[in-house]
C-alpha cells in the first residue's frame, strides 16, 4: 500500500510538472511568433487580421503595425508600431544620396527569398532598395534616378523589377549580383505605376497610366532581359496600384485614377467582385486582402491632410473599419503577406 501511495504522489507530482512546462511555453507562444502572431484578437472562430505595413511620407519611414489596434502613435512607445525602418541617417547607404533619393516613400510590399523576409520600398526621389527583416540590413538598393520610382517586386531569383511613372518604365536590376548592381533591363510603359511577379503565371505584370503589360523574363539572371507577351487596354485612364488578390486565385487588384477592378489572368478579362460597388472609388493609392481573413485594406487621399495625396487614415471591408496612424501621411498601405498569389 506504501509503495502505491508513493507511486502514485510521483505521477501526480509528474503530472503538475508536465501541466508547468506547458503553460510556460503557452505563454512563451506570442513572444516567439513576433509579428507573424501579431494583432491576435479575432473573436470565436475568426482568424486574427494580419499586420499592416505602410510607407508613410510625414515621418520618411516604413512602419509594421498591429491590425488588431484602432489607431497607432509613431512618436512615442506605441506598442502597435512593431517595426520600423528609414533610410535617413543609414551609414551604409550614403552612397545613394538618401536625403534626396529617400524623399516620399511611394511603395512598401512584404516578401520572402530563400526562407528569409524582406521589406521592399521605392521612393519617388529615386531610392529602390530590399531591406531585410528584422534586421534592416540591405540586401539591395540602388538610386534609379528622376523617374519617381513607384513600384518594385523581387523575382525569385534574387533580382528586382521596378516601375518609374514619370521615366515611363520598367526596369529588371540584376540584384542577384550584388548589393549595388545596376545593370538592368528595360521596357517602356507610359505611366508605370504598378509592378507584380506572378508565380502562377511566371510573368511580370506591370501597371501604366493607360495599360496593364504581362512581361516574359528572358536571359540569365546575371544579364535579363524582358519581352511584351499581353497588352490590356485599362477600362479607365490613370493606372496606380497593381497587387495580387490573394483569396481569388488568378486575380490581380487594379486602380485607376477613377475605380478599383479585378483583373482575372486566365480568362483576360476585368471581372465582378464582392463589395465592387463599395470598394471600387476615385483615387485609391493601393489595395489588397488579407488572405487569412478576405478583409480588404485601402489606402486612398485624405482631405485635410497636409500632404494632397496622402492619408492619416485606411479604410477597412469587410468587416468595415478604420485605422488610424497620428500625424501620419501614408501613401501606401498592404497586408503583412509574402503571399505572391497562387
Not at 64 to 78: P, Y
Not at 214 to 225: H, I, K, Q, S, T
Request: hydrophobic fraction near 40%; glycine fraction near 12%; proline fraction near 6%.
Amino acid at each position: 500500500m506504501r509503495g502505491q501511495r508513493v507511486r502514485k504522489a510521483r505521477e501526480g507530482a509528474s503530472l503538475r510538472r508536465s501541466a508547468a512546462v506547458l503553460l510556460a511555453v503557452l505563454l512563451l507562444i506570442p513572444a516567439a511568433t513576433g509579428v507573424a502572431g501579431a494583432g491576435q484578437r479575432g473573436g470565436a472562430g475568426r482568424a486574427p487580421a494580419s499586420p499592416i505595413v505602410a510607407a508613410d511620407q510625414a515621418t520618411r519611414a516604413v512602419y509594421v503595425l498591429d491590425a488588431g489596434r484602432t489607431r497607432w502613435d509613431t512618436g512615442g512607445d506605441d506598442p502597435g508600431v512593431l517595426w520600423s525602418w528609414s533610410a535617413d541617417g543609414r551609414r551604409s547607404l550614403e552612397d545613394l544620396r538618401t536625403d534626396t533619393s529617400w524623399t516620399n516613400p511611394s511603395e512598401v510590399k512584404s516578401r520572402e527569398l530563400d526562407g528569409r523576409r524582406y521589406l521592399l520600398v521605392t521612393a519617388s526621389g529615386g531610392l529602390a532598395a530590399v531591406v531585410g527583416y528584422p534586421d534592416g540590413a540591405v540586401y539591395w538598393a540602388a538610386d534609379t534616378g528622376t523617374g519617381n520610382a513607384h513600384s518594385i517586386d523581387l523575382l525569385p531569383d534574387g533580382n528586382v523589377a521596378v516601375a518609374a511613372s514619370t521615366g515611363g518604365y520598367v526596369r529588371l536590376y540584376a540584384a542577384s549580383t550584388g548589393s549595388r548592381a545596376t545593370g538592368h533591363a528595360q521596357v517602356p510603359l507610359a505611366g508605370a505605376h504598378g509592378v507584380h511577379w506572378d508565380p502562377r503565371t511566371r510573368l511580370l505584370w506591370a501597371l501604366g497610366s493607360g495599360q496593364l503589360v504581362a512581361l516574359r523574363v528572358g536571359g540569365a539572371p546575371e544579364d535579363p532581359a524582358l519581352s511584351v507577351v499581353r497588352r490590356v487596354t485599362l477600362p479607365t485612364r490613370g493606372g496606380h496600384d497593381l497587387a495580387p488578390v490573394l483569396g481569388t486565385p488568378g486575380r490581380l487588384w487594379v486602380t485607376t485614377a477613377s475605380a478599383v477592378y479585378q483583373y482575372a489572368t486566365s480568362q483576360g478579362a476585368f471581372v465582378a467582385y464582392p463589395l465592387q460597388e463599395r470598394i471600387s472609388v476615385p483615387g485609391v493609392k493601393s489595395v489588397g486582402d488579407d488572405p487569412d481573413t478576405g478583409q480588404v485594406l485601402v489606402a486612398r487621399p485624405e482631405p485635410g491632410n497636409p500632404c494632397t495625396w496622402c492619408t492619416s487614415k485606411l479604410v477597412l471591408y469587410r468587416p468595415d473599419g478604420t485605422r488610424t496612424l497620428l500625424r501620419g501621411g501614408m501613401y501606401k498601405a498592404r497586408w503583412w503577406s509574402a503571399d505572391r498569389g497562387r
